[in-house]
Each structure stands twice: as C-alpha cells, then as structure tokens.
C-alpha cells in the first residue's frame, strides 16, 4: 500500500522516490542514512520532485544531512518544501548541559535542612490548626463530623482487627518460645510471665499495632487527602464554606486517637494469648497459673503505660498522614512520593516518641524484687 | 492510489455492553482514508466509548474493529504495537503523564521507539510545539503548570509526535477559546491536507464540526443512525442534526 522510501542517483542527480515517513524509513534507517551522507558529500543537485509523502520527522532527516541549509539546486512541490521549511523555521533553544559543580552537594544538603524545618512548621501549622478547629468545635458542638469520625474509626480499627490479631498472635508465640529456651537452661521458667507481661504491654504492643496502623491506615490518609487535592474536591468543599480541616483532617486525627489505644488492648491481649500457649505447651505453665501470676508480676502502671502510647502513637501517625496529604501537588509522582514519606516519618517518629516514653517513664512499673 | 482502498476504520455489527447496559447495537462505521469524520451524539450516546474500542482499549461484546484492515480485537503483540503507532490519540483531558515535563511528554513515544538520536528528537519535539502554537520555553513546564487550553495543544503535539495516519479527537476544542478553537481547526485541516491524515473526532462544538468535518456520523439509540457528507448530513431532519444547525447559527 505505501511504496517505500528510495533513494537513486541518476546523471548527477539525487532522486528520492517512495514515501518518506516516520514509519517507512525505521526499518532501513541506517542504510538510507548512509546513502544519504554520501549523496550531500557528492554535492549534486537533489530532486525530490517523486516523493510521494514527506512527513516532519523525514523533514528532519533531511535537513540533518543537508546541514540545515538548503541544497543550491533542489526540485520539490510546494506542499513538501513547506514541511521542510517548518523544519527549518523551528527556533531550538540552546540545550542547558548540567556541568558537575563542587557546590552542589553543599546545596543538596542545605536544600534537606531547610526541607526538614519546612516540615517541622508544616506540622505545627496543621497541629495549630486542630486546636483552632477544636476550639471552634466547643463553641459550636453541633458542627462536630460525628460521621466521619466514626467512619474512620471503623476503617482504621475495625477492619484492622484481624491483621493485628494474627500478627499479635505470631509475635507473642515467638517471644514466648524463644524465651522459654533461654529459660530453661536457668531454671528459671516462672520468669516467662513477667518477660511477656512487661514486654508485650509496654512495649510490643503498642509498638507493633503503630507500625501496621502507619502502613495501613497512615498511607491510606495520605493518598485519600492527595487524590482529593489532585482532583480538586478539596477546593470544591472550601468553595461551599465546609473547612476542610474540620471535615477531612480533624476526623482523622481524633478516630485515630481514639482507635489505637484500643487496638493496642486488643492486639496486646491476643499476644499475651500466643504467649501463653506457648508456655503451655513448652513449660507447662497451665493457663490458670499464668493469668493468676500475670497480676502479680506486671503493675498496672505497664497498662497505663502501654494504652497512653498508643494514644500518642494513634495522633502521631494521623498528624503525619494529613500533613503529607496535604503536601500532595497535582500530579502522580508527588502523589507516590508524600505517600511513602508519609509511612516513613510516621514509623521513624513513632519509634522516636517510642524512646522518649522509655526515658520519661523508667522508674514507673518495674516491679521491685 | 491504489483503486479500491482498504477502509482506515470499519466496524460491523458491533455490540457493547458495559455493566448490563446496551451502550452500542448492531453499530456499522466505515471511514475512508482522508476523511474528517465527526461524531456527533448526545451526552451519553457512547462516543467516548466508540473511541476507545477503536484504540482496542475496550473489547466489544460483539461484532468487529478493523483498522487498516487488521483486526484489532484479535491483533496480539508486535502487530498489534505497529497497528497503534500509526494512529494518534488526544484525550478528552489531555492524559499528560504528570511526571514528565511537556518536552519528555512529547519525546516520549518517540525515545520508545529507540532509533532515533537524541537530536533528532529535540527538532522534533520543537517542531511539534510550534505546529500548536506552544513557546520552546513551555517545553520545561510541568503538566500541572499548564493552563486547560495548553494542556490540550501539549496533548495534541504529543499525538502528532509519531506523525500518525489516523487521528482521534475526543472533544478537541472543548476548553479553548474561540480563537485558539479556529487556529486548531485551522491546524488540522492544514495537518490533514499535508499528510492525507484521517480524523475521527468527537465534539460538542458546531463550528469545529462545520469548519473540520468532511462528513459526519450521528450516535443515536447505540447506532449510527446517519452518516454523510457534511452537508448531506446538515440538510437532513434529525433532532441531534438540528441542535448543531441551531448552535452554528447562534
């Protein structure tokens, strides 16, 4: 159907013959480049008077072998002289060449510290934020989302209850066996109940239902937030006077509030479980004695301890999410990229809360022998 | 020329249905080589729809799509890639990928190709920004700098990047103004005169349709109801016809 690009030379002339498009010159691409190259080095006259299509991109192979001016005797219809001419007309701005610069790992590294600063204000700005919002909420208690608030309560908690569970379960009966190896060489299997005890409720627990949250919920925030920014609803809800911050960023900071110190108790209990029958079968400490014992060895303060985290972790993880969220420009790359910041700083952040809770707490419920 | 020439698109007997809704019976489409068709229909009458079954993005329920006389249903990997590299496409929202700036947009298709040097690319990209009217320095821009009309002319340089046969408009001048809408159709029909490109586009606005379209196809009831030259078409009595014919005039 479509003749293909030809190239002869005839009595001191170039004729090209056929079609010169895109797709007919691919596949001969490096022989009719050649063939080129050696009819401009002969300096005769070209005739393009046969060709059948000239498309721009053939243009362009043209006037690169032609050294982008036009050959002194040339035999072409108007219509393809004028795609040419468009080649040649094209106005191609001077190619900006990134030279390597001593200087430029000095400014990628100021570029992070002023970049970490802007994130701290960020998220002063969106925690001042929750404060106006809230004290705007005590005045007018009937504007409260109640349904929002519940809504991520249950995506957030409800529907983690089963992952948290299983990974709670798994965590506890690992502790528990490695530990009751450990043990027994000691003599010292009675020690298993306080190991757990301590270990799960004021440490593990609270730490592990963070991260799987930050994982599942905090990116889940993030990417929710973005994608309303990319497809401007959030603009659309600001345009009929509803805050967003009232509407999307305070539900989700409270329901998480809420939901994590309870997802804590939850997966803290399902591991104690894993660890107890674990026991059970390893030691044979029966269940009775190990929950009996577990009073004994573990203060409640480690309770109170463990809860409050996850209080703390739960906003921690919320207040991260929003403000990436709300970091999110219009398009796919920043949206991807907040969101992995997003878990990231949430997990960091959380374990770094994690420490300065170890610190602030060390001499509450470490039971005195 | 070869005398009988193979149709650039032919669908027969087509049927789609999406979601237990009819969205096309029995639908019958042939285009020519050289033809601007535009498709006209009310809202919801499944142009979009029609668009992305010739791109093979869409599996009909029923029936067939030829393009250059190759099936596109059943065209599986290399021919299938050949087959669409000699079409362009231009989204109803322009469906830049965000990530890159305007320039890799339109270098994109042509890097995939992997033969062409790097300097040959830049000419082009240059020459097909200048073709709508967009300055070198927006080449830099990012997609979601651009104003709603450069999106569209960005979209369009992009489309015309591999100097496709066949052209799809979804809506092209939707969002542009008056004047920018002429200089486009004014473009195409120059576009269209160089390189005997053909058109199929899809649009709302009737002076696109009377200054580009050759002939014109009326989406009505899931079935082409008409198909005509321009003018046949605009003579004849047909309520989707009367709207345009109203809309040219006011």
């Known amino acids: ?369 | 020329m070869t005398a009988p020439s193979i149709p650039v698109v032919e669908m027969r007997g087509l049927a789609t249905r999406i979601g237990g809704r009819d969205i096309h019976r029995n639908l019958d489409l042939v285009v020519e080589k050289g033809q601007v068709v535009g498709l006209v229909g009310s809202s919801g009458s499944g142009k979009t729809t029609l668009l992305r079954q010739i791109l093979g993005l869409l599996q009909p329920s029923e029936g067939q799509v030829r393009l250059f006389g190759q099936d596109v249903v059943t065209a599986g990997g290399e021919m299938r890639r050949n087959l669409l590299r000699r079409l362009g496409v231009l989204f109803q929202g322009g469906a830049l990928f965000s990530a890159l700036s305007v320039f890799d947009n339109i270098a994109f298709p042509l890097r995939e190709l992997r033969r062409l040097d790097e300097d040959w690319i830049r000419r082009l990209v240059y020459l097909k920004l200048q073709m709508v009217e967009l300055e070198p320095a927006h080449g830099k821009l990012m997609p979601a700098e651009l104003s709603g009309g450069m999106v569209k002319r960005a979209a369009l340089a992009r489309a015309l990047a591999m100097e496709p046969e066949l052209l799809l408009l979804d809506e092209p001048t939707a969002g542009l103004d008056p004047e920018r809408s002429r200089s486009f159709v004014a473009l195409i029909r120059a576009l269209k005169s160089e390189l005997g490109l053909t058109v199929i586009m899809v649009t709302h606005d009737p002076e696109t349709l009377a200054g580009l379209a050759t002939h014109i196809a009326v989406l009505a009831g899931g079935r082409i109801e008409t198909f005509g030259s321009q003018a046949d078409v605009m003579a004849a009595e047909h309520p989707v016809v009367e709207a345009f014919r109203q809309g040219g005039k006011g």
């Open chain 1, 1 to 369: 159907m479509s003749e293909p690009p030809r190239l002869q030379i005839e009595s001191g002339r170039v004729v090209l013959s056929g079609d010169w498009t895109l797709a007919s010159i691919l596949p001969t691409l490096a022989v009719l480049a050649q063939q080129l190259d050696d009819a401009q080095k002969s300096c005769l006259d070209w005739d393009l008077g046969t060709i059948t299509r000239l498309d721009s991109a053939a243009a362009v192979f043209l006037w690169r072998t032609w050294n982008e001016s036009w050959p002194s005797k040339l035999l072409i219809s108007d219509m393809h002289r004028h795609v040419i001419l468009r080649v040649a007309e094209t106005s191609l701005p001077n190619a900006v060449h990134g030279r390597w610069d001593f200087r430029r790992p000095l400014e990628t590294l100021g570029a992070a510290v002023i970049g970490l600063f802007l994130m701290l204000r960020g998220l002063v700005v969106v925690y001042g934020q929750l404060l106006l919002d809230l004290g705007y909420l005590l005045r007018h208690p009937q504007e409260m989302p109640w349904k929002e608030v519940s809504a991520t309560i249950y995506k957030a908690g409800a529907q983690a209850l089963p992952v948290t569970a299983l990974v709670g379960f798994l965590i506890g009966v690992t502790i528990s066996y490695l530990s009751a190896l450990q043990l027994r060489t000691f003599g010292a299997d009675l020690f298993i109940v306080n190991i757990l005890g301590i270990a799960i409720i004021r440490e593990l627990g609270p730490v592990l239902v963070a991260v799987l949250v930050a994982g599942r919920s905090g990116s889940a925030m993030t990417a929710q937030i973005g994608v309303m920014r990319v497809t401007e609803e959030i603009d659309a809800l600001a345009a009929m006077g509803i805050s967003r911050s009232i509407r999307i960023v305070l539900p989700k900071m409270v329901a998480l509030t809420i939901v994590l110190p309870l997802l804590v108790m939850w997966a803290s209990s399902i591991a104690l479980l894993g660890g107890m029958l674990s026991a059970l079968l390893q030691l044979d400490i029966s269940l009775g004695f190990f929950v009996d014992s577990l009073q004994r060895a573990v203060p409640v303060a480690n309770l109170v301890i463990g809860l409050s985290k996850g209080l703390v972790f739960g906003f921690v993880i919320a207040w991260v999410a929003c403000y990436f969220g709300l970091r999110v420009k219009p398009n796919t790359e920043s949206l991807s990229a907040n969101t992995t910041a997003s878990v990231v700083t949430a997990i960091t952040l959380v374990i770094l809360v994690d420490a300065i809770f170890a610190i602030f707490t060390r001499n509450f419920g470490i039971p005195q022998l």
